[in-house]
């Protein structure tokens, strides 16, 4: 029986699978916003004011900007705009919404999900 973070693994296995593939198809700016989608949710740890934390938990300020991008209900939902959009900005986009769904599989695949109020993993 597999995991659930097993499951998380696999999925992040086929979505890399996926966005290499459609970087290869597409190149020009696919690359690069397939690139920007992979790294860009975690920008939120800089988003909002610095506050008190301890190691390991994120500013209570920061931590609706980091659920909110890091739900995988968001790239879903890009995703599905992103279909009826005419090419090329609607493959590009694409793209962008893969590699972002790919990070959140991989951070649930490696046992990071949503913070706490508190700014703590749960």
Known sequence: MVSVRGAWALFGAFLLFWLVLEMVNHGGGTILLGIVGVFAPDLTFFI????????????????????????????????????????????????????WLLHISLDRALGYGLRTADGWQR
Do not use: K, M
Request: hydrophobic share 40%.
């Open 48 to 99: 909002g004011p610095p506050g008190e934390h301890e190691p390991g938990q994120l500013t209570r300020r920061r931590v609706p900007s980091y659920n909110l991008v890091h739900r995988p209900i968001a790239p879903v939902l890009w995703l599905v705009v992103c279909v009826v959009l005419p090419d090329p900005p609607g493959t590009a986009l694409f793209t962008l919404g893969l590699a």
